[in-house]
């Protein structure tokens, strides 16, 4: 069963909205969890490296205003798409490091949709 | 260079074929190896997760790790139709800063 639970999987927001995805571990804690973006037949591209109680480390070029990250417990990372347009449709992807044994697990993916 | 380089393919091969899959890096701080299978319109799924160098096997699929070359590979063995997905090999160092390779879309033709 998936270890890692990202909710919702789909959602379709008026330009101009907020969009909030959130990201669950479920049977472990992870202090780290990470936020990618997908776009179709491209690999993952890493936004931002979340870290429970700390802020997050965004990569080169990703606004750090527009896609809000809070990683506030062990367990749940939310990415929050701020004033959304249609050109941040993608498919967004969580990830999240096991702390006891060191792999990575990935969520089910949330489908972003601004129309 | 890209740090992790992977041949996006598409690769398609007949069921019950041996598959291969490779990427190569570049960045020696390395250490941990993952693959993982990614269905259309889902996320990735660990497939394998290696440490350092060396082999591991786990069913039908089989991963290797030789970092004097800088090369990892992944063996699926008596490939399925159900095999065919992307593969994404994936690898970081100890600062937990992970790498992807682009995918390679594999097809399993009955």
């Known amino acids: 069963g998936a270890v890692v639970s990202q909710h919702p999987s789909w959602v379709i927001c008026k330009s101009g909205t907020s969009v909030k995805i959130e990201c669950r571990s479920l049977?472990?804690?992870?202090?780290?969890m990470f936020w990618y973006r997908q776009f179709p037949k491209q690999s993952l591209m890493l936004m931002a490296t979340s870290n429970e109680g700390s802020k997050a480390t965004y990569e080169q070029g990703v606004e750090k205003d527009k896609f809000l990250i809070n990683h506030a417990s062990l367990t749940l990372s939310t990415l929050t798409v701020t004033s959304a347009h249609p050109e941040d449709s993608s498919f967004y992807i969580c990830?999240?490091?096991?702390?006891?044994?060191?792999?990575?697990?990935f969520g089910e993916g949330s489908w972003l949709t601004v129309v | 260079q890209k740090e992790v380089e992977q041949d996006p393919g598409p690769l398609s091969v007949p069921e019950g074929a041996i598959v291969s899959l490779n990427c190569t890096y570049s960045n020696s701080a390395f250490q941990y190896f993952m693959w993982y299978r990614q269905y259309s319109r889902k996320g990735p799924e660990l497939l394998m997760y290696?440490?350092?160098?060396g082999n591991k096997e786990d069913g039908r699929f089989t991963a290797q790790v030789d970092k004097s070359s800088k090369y990892i590979s992944l063996f699926i063995r008596d490939s399925q139709p159900s095999d065919s997905a992307t593969y994404l090999c994936a690898m970081s160092a100890a600062n937990n800063d992970m790498r992807f390779g682009a995918g390679t879309r594999l097809t399993v033709k009955p």
């Open positions: 990830s999240a490091r096991d702390n006891s044994r060191g792999t990575i697990y």
């Open positions: 290696t440490y350092s160098s």
């Open positions: 049977d472990f804690q992870a202090t780290t």
